[in-house]
């Protein structure tokens, strides 16, 4: 009899604990988002390095809410410690009002600790460090110009910032929301831990989905804002770029960046400190292991506990909506506003420049310019301008973690 | 937060997000085109000293290399489109590569292809095509 009636216990004890007894319907939406994040990234390939562990960690942290549990203490009296653990040995004590208790601690869940370098601002840095080792600044150290289409794509941010506010939006949550328009992932991760964290599955998802979609959002508005003869435009070649500027150059940008805006030193100096480790040719181990291995442990890290941001209740809100539509508005301003300086370049330097490879100037490295290259080669199929718009491209890298340093010096 | 002090959020952030941004970035550039300009001055002085003791010591008369004379006289390689002569000294010893000795082999010209071939299009095209 005893034997049956254990047995019922147990199994009413793990039908308790189940996620049938313990999850909510926004559990369940969000497991379907994931598996909708899921198709994505399989078959339609955007972004699946970083939108397949997101959404595996959203989907984890729905099943399972407690693996983000913060780790804590429980106080228990010497008769409770011993009942529960057996002795109080090894435990350390509190005195309240007389009493001795014990503090028997509890750990957290696996992604609390994982998440501790989102929240710490660890991991953005290090994606950084793989992103400088496999960057080659060759085309913009050859048209230092292309910086002010790196600036200019930049200006969707601010213009976000605006929106964000008229819709109801905390300054520091709008500084969070217009850094999407960065096209920058880990700098939108970046800038959200330090100024509204409890945005970041949000906009880290709206980040990311976003710039997957390059190839489809930025075409229309580079057709829209561009002449067929102003497309058509062909190139002069880049000069040649020596070793010597290519080692020099990563160490003036840390300078002078770090010097001005040292909000951004983190991102910039690792950003340059990968590059330099590329380009200096001494230190190939160290190259190697930033662009790969460290680079895709840290991706993992990151995906999965940021995706492990977006539970229900978090995610499941008008203003995940709101984000999203204002990030949409940040990518387009960005995009066009490239588009527009690269406009005004083509009237400075008489036609010698695309406009095209202005869009570039969002980051979104390389997806960008590569789209820059297609558009262009609809007008001209001899036309590669896919070098030409590398320089704004990786201008905007720069731009962006500089963008990044004025919202946080500002906000914060 | 009423309208006004949102109306002064966002027009002194636009303003700075602005004027910062791009102030930094065309300080960027004046500093790499002035970094461009000194590395390749000097990398330029550099290669045209050597080139200038290069040619000091080829006059100098006390070297006497013994150099087995060519049978017939060769004649240099027209190059009328500004090909460098290590470029002619590439592509002669590609093709004696290719050939070997046994074979006669003479290069008549080398120039500069006005435009890529249709080959050359297609496998760049392969190489840069993004999606």
């Known amino acids: 009899m005893e ?26 939406v969000m497991i379907g988002i994931a598996c909708v994040l899921f198709y994505l990234a399989i078959k339609k390939e955007f972004e699946p390095l970083l939108l397949l562990p997101i959404a595996f960690g959203m989907l984890l942290v729905n099943l399972y809410p407690a693996i983000t549990a913060a780790p804590d203490t429980t106080l228990m009296s010497a008769a409770e410690c011993i009942k529960a653990k057996g002795t109080t040995d090894g435990y350390a004590t509190t005195i309240i009002n007389g009493v001795q208790y014990y503090n028997v601690p509890h750990y957290g869940g696996l992604f609390y600790y994982l998440y501790q370098g989102v929240k710490l601002g660890i991991y953005p840095p290090l994606i950084f460090l793989g992103v400088g080792a496999m960057t080659d600044f060759g085309p913009l150290i050859a048209n230092p110009k292309s910086f002010i289409l790196g600036a200019a794509a930049q200006i969707g941010i601010f213009i976000t910032f605006i929106g964000a506010i008229f819709l109801g939006f905390t300054d520091a949550q709008a500084g969070a929301i217009g850094i999407i328009g960065g096209a920058d992932g880990p700098t939108a991760i970046y800038v959200t831990t330090k100024l509204a964290p409890e945005l970041l599955g949000s906009i880290a998802i709206a980040a990311y989905s ?44 840390v300078v002078v960046i770090s010097i001005l805006l040292p909000d951004a030193a983190p991102l910039v100096g690792m950003l340059m400190f990968g590059n330099l480790l590329k380009e200096s040719g001494v230190c190939d181990r160290l190259s190697k292991t930033a662009q790969n291995e460290l680079m895709n442990i840290i991706t993992i890290f990151l995906g999965t506990t940021v995706g492990a941001t977006a539970t229900g209740a978090n995610f499941l809100s008008l203003s995940t909506l709101k984000i999203i539509a204002l990030g949409l508005i940040a990518f387009m301003m960005g995009s066009a506003c490239g588009v527009l300086f690269g406009k005004v370049m083509y009237k400075a330097t008489g036609g010698k420049v695309n406009p095209l490879i202005g869009s570039a100037g969002v980051s979104a490295v390389p997806m960008a310019a590569r789209v820059s290259q297609r558009v262009g080669q609809e007008e001209n199929p001899g036309n590669f301008l896919l070098m030409h718009a590398m320089g704004p491209n990786v201008a905007g890298v720069i731009g962006s973690a500089v963008a990044a340093g004025v919202l946080l010096n500002v906000l914060r | 937060m009423d309208m006004m002090s949102k109306l002064t959020i966002s027009a002194s952030m636009l303003l700075t997000g602005f004027v910062i941004v791009f102030s930094v970035l ?47 006289a060769l004649k240099p390689v027209k190059s ?17 590569s290719m050939y070997g000795s046994k074979e006669k082999v003479r290069i008549k010209s ?22």
């Open chain 1, 210 to 253: 976003y710039m997957a979609l390059v190839p489809i959002i930025q075409p229309p508005i580079m057709r829209l804002l561009t002449t067929k003869k102003e497309r058509a435009v062909v190139m002069e070649q880049l000069r040649p770029v020596s070793k010597l500027e290519k080692i020099i150059f990563p160490v003036v940008i």
């Open chain 2, 26 to 72: 065309v300080f960027l550039i004046f500093i790499i085109w002035l970094m461009g300009k000194i590395v390749t001055g000097a990398q330029n002085s550099i290669t045209d000293r050597k080139k200038q003791k290069v040619k000091e010591s080829l006059k100098k008369p006390e070297v006497k290399a013994e150099v087995e004379k060519p049978r017939t």
């Open chain 2, 80 to 96: 009328d489109t500004g090909v460098s002569d290590e470029v002619i000294a590439v592509i002669s010893a590609a093709v004696y």
């Open chain 2, 110 to 131: 080398i120039n500069k292809s006005s435009s890529r071939s249709a080959w050359a299009n297609a496998g760049v095209l392969k190489n840069t095509r993004p999606f």
């Open chain 1, 3 to 28: 034997i049956i009636e254990r047995f019922l216990n147990a199994i009413q004890g793990i039908f308790t604990d189940s996620g049938l007894m313990t999850l909510g319907w926004q559990n369940y």
